[in-house]
T-cell receptor, first 113, second 115 residues
Framework: AQSVSQHNHHVILSEAASLELGCNYSYGGTVNLFWYVQYPGQHLQLLLKYFSGDPLVKGIKGFEAEFIKSKFSFNLRKPSVQWSDTAEYFC???????????FGKGTSLLVTP | GAGVSQTPSNKVTEKGKYVELRCDPI?????LYWYRQSLGQGPEFLIYFQGTGAADDSGLPNDRFFAVRPEGSVSTLKIQRTERGDSAVYLC?????????????FGPGTRLLVL
């Protein structure tokens, strides 16, 4: 069955610390990969996405993610987090010709001043 | 520009009642999706529309759930004989066209509480 796993459910970091959130997927065939973010009181917003090409993709607000096909992973990174990065982060996947997004359970990130 | 809007933002109902949740997609977006998000979980796909027709309703949990999009724009998710387990945030998303590489833009959701 298709699935998306996010290993860290709750992460607490101090400002300026580096961030890496794990995402692994179980999918047959070619995939499209997404990271969405939900800031407190706001709706889900797209951070970045990967369809093909360079496996290192850059998104908004200094975030980046690396697609490693051999590991079925799409980890999210940021070299130096800010307090304003406090949010819930969701990894999502769909098949290359699909449309319905399959989400992980999310990671709640708290950045302390 | 205007994003996806959903009404009501909150809905409290009693077990057994009927509810309707409305979604207004971004103007010009032909594809519309409904998801459901339970506490501590990621969104789960319910149904997808391309234009007026439901292209895939495989995520609807049972026949108490139904959705329409009669004119290819606004969509309504309808839940009959609500149960406590239906309590969740119902999210709507739209994309310019159908396809796996299209970005889906989400609305703020409707928080449904069934007492």
């Amino acid at each position: 069955a298709q699935s998306v796993s996010q290993h860290n459910h709750h992460v607490i970091l101090s400002e300026a610390a580096s961030l890496e959130l794990g995402c692994n997927y179980s999918y047959g065939g070619t995939v499209n990969l997404f990271w969405y973010v939900q800031y407190p009181g706001q709706h889900l917003q797209l951070l970045l996405k990967y369809f093909s090409g360079d496996p290192l993709v850059k998104g908004i607000k200094g975030f980046e993610a690396e697609f490693i096909k051999s590991k079925f992973s799409f980890n999210l990174r940021k070299p130096s987090v800010q307090w304003s990065d406090t949010a819930e982060y969701f990894c999502a996947v769909n098949g290359h010709s699909g449309y319905a997004l399959n989400f992980g359970k999310g990671t709640s990130l708290l950045v302390t001043p | 520009g205007a994003g996806v809007s959903q009404t009501p933002s909150n809905k409290v109902t009693e077990k057994g009642k009927y509810v309707e949740l409305r979604c207004d997609p971004i103007s010009g977006h032909t594809a519309l999706y409904w998801y459901r998000q339970s506490l501590g979980q990621g969104p789960e796909f319910l149904i997808y529309f391309q234009g007026t027709g439901a292209a895939d309703d495989s995520g609807l949990p049972n026949d108490r759930f139904f959705a329409v999009r009669p004119e290819g724009s606004v969509s309504t998710l309808k839940i009959q004989r609500t149960e406590r387990g239906d309590s969740a945030v119902y999210l709507c998303a739209s994309s310019l066209k159908a396809g796996g590489q299209e970005t889906q833009y989400f609305g703020p959701g409707t928080r449904l509480l069934v007492l």
